[in-house]
């Protein structure tokens, strides 16, 4: 069984930071890339950032400049620094991982989501 977990959601005043972290746990071989997608409220959910290894990383344009995504391959984590926070940015955000798994001699790529945390920006 694999989970994700987030957490670092809350609220925030505008131009505030928040950080986010999910780390991926149970039984599995590795995690590819990771991810971080929201939803806010009426809306449809959508990608904010992903990094597929060091360097590797892209961004929606709405948070480009304000957000980074980085990853600790050794905790199986991925945090999303949140920086200049805006009230546009509310919304509960998703972490996304590809997970690859072994069963029998065969290998599986499965994306896994997390529960989701809140984020609000408010004043």
């Known amino acids: 069984q694999v989970q994700l977990v987030e957490s670092g959601g809350g609220s925030v005043q505008p131009g505030g930071s928040l950080r986010l972290s999910c780390a991926a746990s149970g039984s599995f071989l590795r995690v590819e890339t990771m991810g971080w997608y929201r939803q806010a409220p009426g809306k449809d959910r959508e990608l904010v950032a992903r990094?597929?290894?060091?360097?590797?990383?892209n961004y929606d344009r709405t948070v480009k400049g304000r957000f980074t995504i980085s990853g600790d391959n050794s905790k199986n984590t991925v945090y999303l620094q949140m920086n200049s926070l805006n009230p546009e940015d509310t919304a509960v955000y998703y972490c996304s991982a590809d997970i690859v798994t072994e069963r029998g001699g065969i290998y599986r790529t499965t994306l896994h989501w997390g529960r989701g945390t809140q984020v609000t920006v408010s004043s």
């Open positions: 990094i597929a290894g060091p360097g590797d990383t």
